[in-house]
């Protein structure tokens, strides 16, 4: 389904990735965790070609591209199987949550105003928000405006959908909401790659869960085998930190 070969990104003389292999099922949903720094938001970025890998090859339902040799062309094929939900929403200020969500799918996709309209109103009403189709994000609270931008992704119908750390930005109160939304996605079996710092979220959701540090994948596996018993010291010594201090419980 996905798969990253040797994939490395510099940002002037600061190695971000070095040299990242990765391969993700149909159907998967993997929590990619770390401290941060550790180059998991620059990883789902090149996924998409949103930062372009100085080297590597990023695969995504048997469309590769190169980057030593990308073609444009292929690179939009390739952004096509995908779609992103932000740390901060990304909404259009001057568009309701309907017309946030019709966006891509008129512009881009190409859809018949009808049909597109269709598909809006179902992944609002996926996301709990029917009663605010009609609502601006400034009318919006932060968790409502993430649910718009997961229903945006999903009226796309991609492969995959990547999500940057999807609750970093919001107030305490309102993580619990989004975090639900995300596990009703989760259960239509769409193939998911998550940045998160919430770990029972991800112990709870996840199939998979791949830690990182300084660029590179230190270890992967089934979450009871990463949270329960890791092999890598270093993983071990980021958990152990981690449940010191958090105890967030959806």
């Known amino acids: 389904m996905i798969e990253l070969e040797d994939i490395h990104k510099s940002f002037g003389g600061n190695e971000v990735l070095k040299g990242v292999d990765l391969k993700?099922?149909?159907?998967?949903?993997?929590?990619?965790?770390?401290?941060?720094?550790?180059?998991?938001?620059?990883?789902?970025?090149?996924?998409?070609?949103?930062e372009k890998p100085d080297s590597g090859v990023v695969s995504i339902g048997?469309?590769?591209?190169?980057?030593?040799?990308?073609?444009?062309?292929?690179?939009?094929r390739l952004r096509r199987k995908t779609a992103m939900v932000f740390q901060h929403y990304n909404l259009f200020k001057n568009k309701t949550a309907l017309e946030n969500v019709l966006e891509g799918l008129?512009?881009?996709q190409k859809l018949p105003e009808e049909e597109a309209i269709k598909i809006a109103r179902e992944e609002i009403e996926k996301v709990g928000l029917s009663d605010k189709i009609n609502s601006y994000p400034s009318q919006?609270?932060?968790?409502?405006?993430?649910?718009?931008?997961?229903?945006?992704?999903?009226?796309?119908?991609?492969?995959v959908i990547l999500f940057d750390e999807p609750t970093s930005a919001l107030d305490p109160e309102l993580v619990g909401e989004v975090l639900s939304a995300i596990k009703n996605v989760a259960?239509?079996?769409?193939?998911?790659?998550?940045?998160?710092?919430?770990?029972s979220f991800a112990k709870e959701v996840?199939?998979?869960?791949?830690?990182?540090?300084?660029?590179?994948?230190?270890?992967?596996?089934?979450?009871?085998?990463?949270?329960?018993?890791?092999k890598e010291q270093r993983t071990k010594q980021f958990i152990d930190k981690i449940y010191q201090n958090f105890t967030y419980i959806i």
């Open 206 to 230: 996840a199939n998979k869960v791949v830690f990182m540090d300084d660029g590179r994948i230190i270890e992967q596996g089934l979450p009871s085998e990463i949270f329960t018993h890791p």
């Open 62 to 76: 048997g469309l590769s591209v190169d980057s030593s040799h990308k073609r444009q062309k292929d690179v939009n």
């Open 187 to 199: 259960k239509t079996g769409i193939t998911m790659i998550i940045v998160t710092h919430e770990m």
């Open 24 to 50: 993700v099922e149909k159907g998967d949903i993997v929590a990619l965790i770390g401290s941060s720094g550790a180059g998991k938001t620059t990883l789902i970025r090149c996924m998409n070609y949103l």
């Open 106 to 108: 008129i512009t881009v």
């Open 140 to 159: 919006l609270s932060g968790g409502q405006q993430q649910r718009v931008g997961i229903a945006r992704a999903l009226a796309l119908k991609p492969d």
